[in-house]
């Protein structure tokens, strides 16, 4: 493991410079639904399903998984009243 503050673990640097590299890599379609979902998602798996063959179609499909998956979860932690949605603060 490396010292590195920006290395947690994955095999590549979470740094804002390399985020925003890799968000310019993507096809526009996939770039403007990352950039219109509902979490500041990675970008780097979706890189690595474009040099793959992903189309960018396909990738904003993935994108949109992922928001709904995240909708459902709050809705969840809304109804049941924990984590953000906790009275008296977060969890």
Same mark, same amino acid.
């Given at each position: 493991?490396?010292?590195?503050?920006?290395?947690?673990?994955?095999?590549?640097? =979470?740094?804002?410079?390399?985020?925003?590299?890799?968000?310019?890599?993507?096809?526009?379609?996939?770039?403007?639904?990352?950039?219109?979902? *509902?979490?500041?998602?990675?970008?780097?798996?979706?890189?690595?399903?474009?040099?793959?063959?992903?189309?960018?179609?396909?990738?904003?499909?993935?994108?949109? &998984?992922?928001?709904?998956?995240?909708? =459902?979860?709050?809705?969840?932690?809304?109804?049941? &009243?924990?984590? *953000?949605?906790?009275? &008296? &603060?977060? =969890?």
């Amino acid at each position: 493991m490396t010292n590195d503050p920006n290395h947690h673990g994955g095999n590549y640097r =979470t740094t804002r410079e390399a985020m925003m590299a890799t968000f310019d890599g993507l096809p526009p379609v996939a770039r403007e639904a990352l950039a219109n979902s *509902v979490e500041d998602w990675v970008p780097q798996p979706l890189l690595t399903r474009y040099r793959r063959g992903m189309l960018g179609q396909e990738i904003a499909k993935v994108i949109a &998984g992922w928001d709904a998956q995240e909708l =459902t979860k709050r809705e969840n932690q809304r109804a049941r &009243g924990i984590g *953000v949605y906790k009275i &008296g &603060g977060r =969890t």
